[in-house]
């Protein structure tokens, strides 16, 4: 599954990019193309467990991303912008919130909201243009032939047509099953889960004020929101070890670094939530999606153990830090035994028993 960045020009995409995936992107590789990459997933847990089994291999868990072309007035026009972003399963916007003179700004101040509404409203006109085509084209077909499921589909139609005049994205609308299945192949943006990213200046990090309105602003639309400095994130990633890291991230008063907010934001996103394996030979970070049993999570790891699963071991990440080890843990009574039908939690530590 992949997430998409957009944005307006200069809002700091490439270099939030950069900070995530280790590439640097250059002005003429974005212009009319997607440019994909991968970012590994910065998770405290699996840092955790690292520490405590010193494993001979470490593995974290990756996510793809993809740096979408700018939103200018030209490509939007043009339409092109949109078919990239119906091609990912969710959206990070990122907005600009930092003041920098030399860098000029397309509507020429600083305003997150008002750029927030814009691209949201673009968005939402491209789906409202689609479901209007969409019902002329049912009409014209239910003429010539009576079909309970085109028929089924108009009326789903309609109701999305209602909610988009109205200027709500179609994520806010609880849909079944079948009316799930009918529209999943359709382009339709403002389905996805969107998460915007407020790119800030590195003397901002302190300031609650912005993020508290680009909050107020995104609630609404079922949008998630954080604060990151992009620029402050890319030169913590140059940096080499993590003590040097740790000391800059305390320098500037940051508890949590912003990476691991916005990659938790972008599972969230997706769907996903991580599962460990642990052990002397390797801690490896595992992504399924929310809502898996315990074979599905066997068979993320390897089909073979999905095919002969017979039972998982389970401990609870919160649980085992509370304990020196885990044989204390099992002691205490902690240590799960958990059948075909059991759903996996985030964070959970499991070990499959199978046979082949």
């Known amino acids: 599954m992949k997430l998409g960045i957009i944005g307006l020009p200069q809002a700091g995409k490439k270099t939030l990019f950069a900070a995530l995936t280790g590439q640097i992107v250059t002005e003429q590789a974005t212009a009319h193309k997607p440019v994909p990459g991968t ?8 840092d955790e467990l690292v520490d405590r089994y010193h494993p001979k291999k470490e593995t974290r868990a990756r996510i793809d991303l993809v740096l979408l072309p ?3 007035q030209e490509s939007i026009a043009r339409g092109e912008v949109f078919k990239d972003i119906s091609d990912v399963d969710a959206i990070c916007h990122v ?3 930092f003041s920098d003179d030399a860098v000029y700004h397309a509507s020429g101040s600083v305003d997150p909201v008002r750029d927030i509404e814009s691209i949201n409203g673009e968005l939402i006109m491209h789906d409202q243009l689609f479901v209007e085509k969409r019902i002329e084209r049912i009409d014209i077909a239910l003429k010539k032939l009576k079909d309970e499921k ?4 108009r009326e789903l139609m309609l109701r999305m047509a209602e909610m988009l005049e109205a200027e709500q994205p179609l994520r806010l609308m609880a849909l079944s099953a079948e009316e799930d299945l009918l529209v999943r192949s359709y382009p339709l943006i403002t389905r996805k889960q969107m998460i915007v990213a407020l790119n800030v200046g590195e003397d901002q990090l302190a300031d609650t004020e912005m993020m508290a309105l680009v909050r107020a602003s995104c609630e ?3 949008i998630e929101s954080m604060m990151v400095s992009a620029q402050v994130e890319a030169e913590i990633a140059m940096l080499e070890s993590e003590a040097e890291k740790r000391e800059f991230l305390d320098d500037l008063g940051i508890t949590e670094p912003a990476l691991e907010m916005l990659t938790s934001l972008c599972l969230k996103a997706l769907g996903r939530i991580s599962f460990f394996t642990v052990g002397p030979d390797e801690v490896h970070h595992w992504l399924v999606r929310a809502g898996a049993t315990a074979p ?18 389970v401990m609870k990440y919160d649980e085992l830090i509370n304990y020196p080890g885990e044989a204390e843990l099992k002691k205490a009574g902690k240590f799960y035994v958990q059948g075909k039908d059991y759903v996996v939690a985030d ?4 070990n499959i028993r199978f046979s082949v």
Not at 39 to 46: G, S, T
Not at 297 to 313: K, N, P, T, V, W
Not at 347 to 350: N, R
């Open 150 to 153: 085109q028929a089924t589909e």
């Open 95 to 97: 907005v600009r919130g």
């Open 39 to 46: 970012a590994l997933i910065v998770d405290h847990r699996f």
């Open 220 to 222: 609404t639309a079922h």
């Open 70 to 72: 700018t939103l200018e």
């Open 296 to 313: 599905e999570a066997a068979g993320a790891i390897h089909s073979d153990l999905q095919r002969g699963f017979i039972r998982a071991e």
């Open 347 to 350: 964070g959970d530590i499991i």
